[in-house]
């Protein structure tokens, strides 16, 4: 029982470059989130899934989209990344709207 | 919707005393209050959560108490060790329905040896 996956750890982009961020879950649960978290700013929700086929924006979602093909899967995608875009990424999952069980995160500096 | 403020954001202890953490929210209909612990560079981790159907909840050191007239809650720690240093965050939300949890900016917690 893995929990939550995250790939990759670390990435380096050049701005303008695309990328897809991918997070896997084991438990079988039904609701996923990506968010970004900054020195200073917390946890803030970029997009979430209630649902497989369902996504949701969050309090950041501009530059980002999502996509929840299946149940155990929620991708990140930056279309084409800028500095502001630097930051640590966090998955998590949870069933419905209880505790959530978050990834090691990935860690994106974009140049 | 929901907004959630977490004070201080800096809290430093000498290592055995107890550090209290205080967090307040808007939305009368949230109803679920989780505190997440972060140690550096490692994920958040869920340490102790509480239902608006209780008043108080402990676990070892570590407890929380809610307000819901007052819209507050707070985490007590007791008899604090270095290891308890990290960063602590609040968040609310219905417990049902879909809107997703709504975090506190983060409180870093630093016991001194």
């Known amino acids: 029982n893995a929990g939550v996956t995250q790939t990759p750890k670390f990435r380096v982009l050049k701005t303008g470059q695309s990328m897809t961020l991918l997070c896997a879950q084991d438990m079988n649960h039904e609701y996923m989130y990506w968010y970004r978290q900054d020195p200073g700013m917390g946890l803030r929700l970029i997009h979430y899934s209630v649902g497989e086929g369902t996504t949701a924006k969050g309090e950041v979602p501009d530059g980002y989209n999502v996509s929840r093909l299946k149940k155990q899967n929620f991708l990140l995608g930056l279309e084409s990344a800028a500095p502001s875009q630097t930051s640590v990424y966090f998955c998590?999952?949870?069933?419905?709207?209880?505790?959530?069980?978050f990834g090691d995160g990935t860690r994106l500096s974009i140049l | 919707g929901e907004n959630v403020e977490q004070h201080p954001s800096t809290l430093s202890v000498q290592e055995g005393d107890s550090a209290v953490i205080k967090c307040t929210y808007s939305?009368?209909?949230?109803?679920?209050f989780p505190w997440y612990k972060q140690e550096l560079g490692k994920r958040p981790q869920l340490i102790i959560d509480?239902?608006?159907?209780?008043g108080e909840k402990k676990d070892q050191r570590i407890a929380v108490t809610l307000n819901k007239t007052a819209k507050h809650f707070s985490l007590h720690i007791t008899e604090t060790q270095p290891e308890d240093s990290a960063v602590y965050f609040c968040?609310?939300?219905?417990?049902?329905?879909?809107?997703?949890?709504?975090f506190g900016k983060g409180t870093r917690l630093s016991v001194i040896a």
């Open positions: 509480i239902r608006s159907n209780v």
């Open positions: 998590a999952s949870s069933y419905s709207n209880g505790p959530q069980h």
């Open positions: 939305d009368s209909a949230s109803n679920y």
């Open positions: 968040a609310a939300s219905p417990y049902s329905g879909n809107t997703p949890l709504v």
